[in-house]
């Protein structure tokens, strides 16, 4: 079946160091990547995507890659701040049957001040 | 808010008991969706909803039984759960076939004692 995988679980940064994220996708009819926030005791919420038809996305200090003929696509955090500090999870739609969403395993992330 | 709204917020209930978990969007999305979030499979695709219909089933044990009367409103009833069954139950939607983001409810805590 479908999966995504991540990398790494945990990432522990200095504040003002960049912080990447790596996901794999198995589903090769998968198009669109978006990527979630969660802290604690809230609900994930979205803070950025990007769409197959396009290899990067910048957001401020978020952006995000994706390579397509490789089925990876990554998050990367620049001059990280103690507020990004959160689990952070990337995911692939899937349109192989049923629209859904496959959501990677998370990775915690921990900026030190 | 997101639009998404689940009730209660938190549930314990022992593993005798009825109880059902309600999900609400006022998006105006048609696709809804049941996620199990746990420390060992965070952000777990239990039921998907298309228009009212269920399309994805991902191999959930029948104690746990989803309702879609309609497009805007999603439940989940359990009966005879286990201790195992504690986790966060998170509920989202979206416009299907638009590849836009799915926005979550802020969850259900459910405690099974």
């Known amino acids: 079946g479908e999966n995504v995988e991540q990398h790494p679980s945990t990432l522990s940064v200095q504040e003002g160091d960049s912080a990447v994220i790596k996901c794999t996708y198995s589903d090769s009819a998968s198009n669109y990547f978006p990527w979630y926030k969660q802290e604690l005791g809230k609900r994930p919420q979205l803070i950025i995507d990007?769409?197959?038809?396009?290899g990067e996305k910048k957001d401020q200090r978020i952006a995000v890659t994706l390579n397509k003929t490789a089925k990876h696509f990554s998050l990367h955090i620049t001059e990280t701040q103690p507020e990004d500090s959160a689990v952070y999870f990337c995911a692939a739609m899937t349109t192989s049957g049923t629209y859904k969403y496959i959501f990677g395993t998370g990775t915690r992330l921990k900026v030190l001040a | 808010e997101t639009g998404v709204t689940q009730t209660p917020r938190h549930l314990v209930m022992g593993m005798t008991n009825k109880k059902s978990l309600k999900c609400e969007q006022h998006?105006?999305?048609?696709?809804m969706y049941w996620y199990k979030q746990s420390a060992k499979k965070p952000l777990e695709l239990m039921f998907v909803y298309n228009f009212k219909e269920q399309t994805e089933n991902n191999s959930v044990p029948s104690r746990f039984s989803p309702e879609c009367p309609n497009s805007s409103h999603l439940f989940l009833h359990l009966h005879t759960l286990q201790p195992e069954d504690s986790a966060l139950y998170l509920c989202?939607?979206?416009?299907?076939?638009?590849?836009?983001?799915?926005?979550f409810g802020q969850g259900t805590r459910l405690t099974v004692v």
């Open positions: 990007i769409r197959s038809n396009v």
């Open positions: 998006l105006g999305h048609n696709a």
């Open positions: 989202a939607s979206s416009q299907e076939g638009l590849n836009t983001e799915a926005f």
